[in-house]
C-alpha cells in the first residue's frame, strides 16, 4: 500500500505542476493540442515551464532531483530558461532546519556542538539532493566543512527504487528491446550507487582515494577528511575556498586561463578513468569548483564523492582500444570489439556493423564542440544497437551519465573545445604504456617484490620436490594397478584371439591347397 501511496503522489504532483502539459506541448498534432487543452481545464499553470519543472523534482525526492541535476548540464537538448531553472538543483535545493541539523550532529558526535566546534555556521552553504553544508571552525583553528545527511532518506529512496524495479520489469516483459537493454540490472546500479552516497564513511574514504591518486596530477584538489569526525550521517573535512565552474565571468575576471582549464578537465576525466579505474561520476557544476589562491592557482577543486565509478582492467582495455578506433575512424575495428566482446550476437556481419556505426560518427569528426550533440550521437548509436541487437553493459552506465557531464562542463568553459584531438594523445600514451617493451618492464616492477622473495627458495623447493616420493592415495593406486591389470588380461585375450585367428586361417588356405 505504501508503494501505491507513492505512486499516486508521483501522479498528483505531475498533475498539480502540469508536467503532463509540458510534455505533450512539444507535439505539433491538433489532436494532441486537443489533448492538453482537456487535460489543463481547471488548471492555473502561470508559472514557466521551467519553473514547476525544478518545484516538482524538488517535491518528488532525491532519484527525481539527480535526474533534473544530469539535464542541467545539456543546454544543447534543452531551452535556456529550463536548463536555468534545473541548475537551481545542484546546491540549492531548499534545506531543512537548522534545528534538526544541529540535533543530528550533536546525535552523532554524541556532545554538544561547542565541544567540538569553536564556531559553526548554523545557515547552511550548500543544500543538495542527499545532505546539505555548514562551515565551522575545529578547537585547533582548522576550518572545515561539515556535511549532514537528510533525515528520512532511506525510507523515501526504497520506495521510489521499488517502483523503479516494478517499471523495469514491465520494461523487460513487454517491451521488444527490453531484454537487450537489461532494465532490472541498470536499476540494481542505481540502486547500490544511491545507497552507497547514503553512507557518508563510504564518500570520506572515496574522497580519500582520490585524494591519493591526484596527488602527482597538480590538476585537481580534493579535501582532506577529518577522520576523527566521519560518522555515518555526519563528515568533518577541510574547508575548499574556489569559485563555482559554472561562474566563467568570476573565473575570467580572476586570469584563470579558461581554455586551458576545459583541456584539463578532459585530462583529470581520462586519467581517472583510464589510468586509475576510479572515477568520480557527479561531475555536476555544483560539485566543481576552481581554485583562486596564488598557490594552486587554476585548479580544479572536486566536492561531494557519494557515487564514484570503477572500472576493472578489461573495462578499461576494452574502453580504451574503442576510443582510439573511433579516433583513427577505424570503424571495422569498433565492429570487431563488439563482436570479440559479446555485445553483438556472433552472427552478425563485420561489415554491416562498420557501416552503421560509421555513418553515425563520420559527420562529427574535425569539429568543435559546440557544433557536436553527444545527446545526439548517442542516440543514433542507440537507434543502430537496437537494429544489431546490442546488449546494453550495466557497470558501464554510471560513466556514459559521467561522460555526458563532462561534456556538459566543456560546453559552458570552452564551446570551441576540441573533444576528440584533445583526448587522442592522452590515450595513445596510456595504450602504449598498457603493451610492448613498457608494459613488460612495467610488469617485472610490480612483481619484483614477490620474485624477490620467491627465488631463493627455489633451490630448496626443487630439492624437496625431487626427493619426495610421488604422493598417491593408496586407494586411488590400488584402483590404478586393478585397472592395469584388467587392461592387460583383456590385451591377453585380444592376442591369443588374433593368433587363433590367423592360425585357422593358415590352416584354411592349406587343406583347400590340398
Partial sequence: MRHLFRLVYIVVTVLRYGLDEVALSGFRQRWVRGLVRVLTLGRRLDAPAGQRLREALERLGPIFVKFGQVLSTRRDLLPDDVADELARLQDKVPPFPAAVSRRLIEAAFRRPIEAVFATFDAEPVASASIAQVHFGTLMDGREVAVKVLRPGMLDIIDDDLTLLRTLARWVERWSVDGKRLKPREVVAEFDKYLHDELDLVREAANGAQLRRNMEGLGLLMVPEMVWDYCTQGVIVMERMKGVPISQRKRLEAAGVDIPKLARDGVTIFFTQVFRDGFFHADMHPGNIQVSVEPATFGRYIALDFGIVGTLTEVDKEYLAQNFIAFFRRDYKRVAELHLESGWVPAGTRVDELEGAIRAVCEPHFDRPLKDISLGQVLLRLFQTSRRFNVEIQPQLVLLQKTLLNVEGLGRQLDPNLDLWNTAKPFLE??????????????????????????????????????????????????????????????????????????????????????
Avoid: D, K
Fill in 429 to 514: 600514451r596510456w595504450m602504449n604504456e598498457q603493451v610492448g617493451w613498457r608494459a613488460f618492464v612495467a610488469g617485472l616492477h610490480r612483481e619484483a617484490p614477490h620474485y624477490a622473495q620467491l627465488i631463493p627458495e627455489l633451490p630448496r623447493l626443487l630439492h624437496h620436490a625431487l626427493r619426495r616420493p610421488p604422493s598417491v592415495e593408496p586407494a586411488l593406486l590400488a584402483q590404478l594397478v586393478l585397472e592395469q591389470r584388467r587392461t592387460r588380461r583383456w590385451l591377453q585375450g585380444l592376442v591369443l584371439l588374433l593368433l587363433a585367428a590367423g592360425a585357422g586361417a593358415g590352416a584354411l588356405a592349406w587343406w583347400l591347397q590340398t
